[in-house]
């Protein structure tokens, strides 16, 4: 399984020199024979792999108020030891959302690696950004231990304040406007 989420991290165009960069140093961090996903709450070991994802509706975006970082995320989680990204994030958009999650896109659109704030701040979450197809009139069942609330953003109108760091870059290269 390291192979495969090699490559897929590998298959990522890198949308400017902090992507590049980050992919690079990613890449050596699997190479290296590190413990690539969580193996026990909450940050064990302290740098692991979460498949984040964005539901997409045309120019509206979904996000969750996240209980424990205190922010609107788009939703995802942690991959399990053998699981590939793209599995992982299908598997969590069914757990948080109730959703039977369809790609927007064949692949990843970001990588990241961010520190953790909230709750459970002072880890690093490697972070590999898909994209899922989305209707905004659909019913979510989502999983209130985890979230407050969920709701859709214009693009323009996502509170990046109140939002994951990287959330400005994600939607600029989704919608190809750092491309």
Not at 65 to 91: M, V
Not at 173 to 179: A, H, Q, R
């Amino acid at each position: 399984m390291r192979a495969a989420i090699r490559d897929e991290i590998a298959s990522i165009n890198p949308c400017d020199e902090k992507e590049r960069l980050t992919q690079v140093e990613v890449l050596n961090w699997i190479d290296s024979g590190e413990e690539l996903c969580r193996l026990k709450k909450p940050a064990f070991p302290p740098k692991h792999l979460v498949s984040y994802f964005a539901v997409i509706d045309g120019d509206y975006v979904l996000l969750v108020d996240h209980i424990n970082a205190k922010l609107w995320l788009p939703t995802g989680g942690h991959i399990e030891p053998n699981e590939h990204p793209r599995k992982a994030a299908l598997r969590e958009a069914k757990e948080e959302l109730g959703l039977d999650g369809e790609f927007l896109r064949d692949g990843p659109i970001l990588l990241t690696s961010t520190e953790t704030v909230g709750k459970t701040a002072g880890h690093t979450d490697v972070s590999i950004w898909y994209a899922l197809k989305g209707q905004k009139n659909f019913p979510l069942d989502f999983d209130t231990s985890e979230f407050y609330e969920v709701r859709w953003f214009h693009r323009n109108d996502v509170p990046m304040d109140r939002t994951d760091p990287e959330m400005g870059r994600f939607l600029d290269k989704l919608y190809g406007e750092n491309t």
